[in-house]
């Protein structure tokens, strides 16, 4: 069974969706795009192909859906440069180069319409609903974020830079002490290694960092100066011609939760919340940037000031994730009338003719 590797390449933001698909697909010489609506059997052919190609011993990546705890929006078979992805809203995607490197799945061939025209205010009305819940969840997400910029204004009056720079300093003298095989063409990617969903945060640190062999998990407060010590790091990796994963913060796009560098087998994680991690490993160390580059008595002096702002801040993050919720559940239902219009046989074939015509390429 070929290694599979699990990640998001859109989130559920304080900036609405936020994309990085087109980095996700970037490099590949074959890429299956497939339309069709709710329910056509996109995230079921994604599984059947990725599963597929892993038991014969390739490593693939599953990229999840963050509006759905249960659904994959693409798959991506690095060795073989080919992937198929989930492009309709909000993750839309159209070729680049049709024919050449891009084909056009058209899922709703096998969909009876006049089935769906029977509902169609239904239809309307649900497809509205649930652009409106993912409008509302987004405009809670925004607000919980002006909450945290207030929160980090509070600690960073504590904030210790010139600690906090040492610390760095320290870290990349360790780091960069070992010697890694550098590539050619080293490569630098972005993703997201968690998601806001309608369960709550979901992260995987843990089948992101299986093969790194030290994990350097950073603790702290908001604005601790966690996410400019990561791209701090990452640059020196990248100025060493060394290839870099970057994994952002699915919250806040603009921030840095996770730097991978695979040649050094190391990785770089915030352990705090939303997505606490624990060390688990021998080789685990933490590296706590409050005790080291702040001055604690500030959660004394300010006591009323964070828990009052923190409180606020979890408020409207519980709320953006019920207007999540809602928006799932308003999916599902639209996800029943499409499934009834479908034919799902064909699609079967065609998941079946995509995995042989994939497993060919294996050399």
Avoid at 10 to 26: H, I, K, R
Avoid at 170 to 185: A, C, H, N, P, Y
Avoid at 286 to 293: A, G, P, Q, T
Wanted: aromatic letters at 10%.
């Amino acid at each position: 069974m070929g290694n599979i590797k699990n990640y998001y390449a859109g989130s559920n933001s304080s900036l609405g969706f936020y994309s990085l698909y087109e980095e996700a697909v970037q490099g590949l010489e074959q890429l299956y795009i497939l339309k069709g609506g709710p329910g056509t059997g996109k995230s079921t052919l994604i599984r059947h192909v990725g599963n597929a190609v892993a038991e014969k011993g390739e490593s693939i990546e599953f990229l999840h859906c963050s509006s759905d705890n249960g659904s994959l929006d693409g798959v991506i078979i690095p060795s073989l440069k080919v992937g198929i992805v989930d492009g309709t809203a909000p993750h839309m995607m159209d070729p680049k180069y049709p024919g050449v490197i891009d084909d056009i799945v058209h899922l709703g061939d096998f969909r009876d319409d006049t089935k769906l025209e029977e509902h169609r205010e239904d239809i309307v009305a649900l497809t509205d609903k649930n652009k409106d819940a993912f409008s509302k969840a987004y405009a809670a997400f925004a607000e919980a974020r002006n909450v945290h910029d207030d929160l980090e204004a509070i600690y960073l009056t504590a904030m210790d830079f010139q600690k906090a720079d040492q610390v760095a300093e320290e870290l990349i003298r360790e780091i960069f002490s070992k010697t890694g095989e550098v590539e050619q063409v080293p490569a630098i990617k972005h993703r997201f290694f968690g998601a806001a969903t309608p369960k709550g945060p979901v992260h995987f640190y843990g089948n992101l960092t299986e093969d790194v062999s030290k994990r350097y998990i950073l603790k702290g407060r908001a604005g601790s100066g966690k996410s400019s010590m990561m791209k701090r790091i990452g640059k020196h990796a990248e100025n060493k011609a060394y290839g870099v994963e970057y994994y952002y913060c699915a919250f806040d796009p603009e921030s840095v939760d996770m730097v991978i560098i695979p040649a050094l087998q190391i990785a770089i994680l915030d352990g705090t919340d939303p997505h606490p991690f624990k060390p688990s490993r021998e080789n685990d160390e933490v590296v706590d940037m409050f005790l080291r580059c702040m001055d604690p008595s500030i959660e004394e002096q300010k006591a009323d000031a964070i828990r009052e702002t923190d409180t606020s801040y979890k408020n409207w993050m519980k709320q953006g994730t019920h207007y999540l919720r809602e928006a799932k559940k308003v999916h599902d239902e639209l996800e029943k009338y499409y499934g009834q219009a479908m034919n799902f046989q064909p699609i079967n074939r065609k998941a079946q003719e995509l995995a042989t015509e994939i497993i060919n390429l294996i050399k």
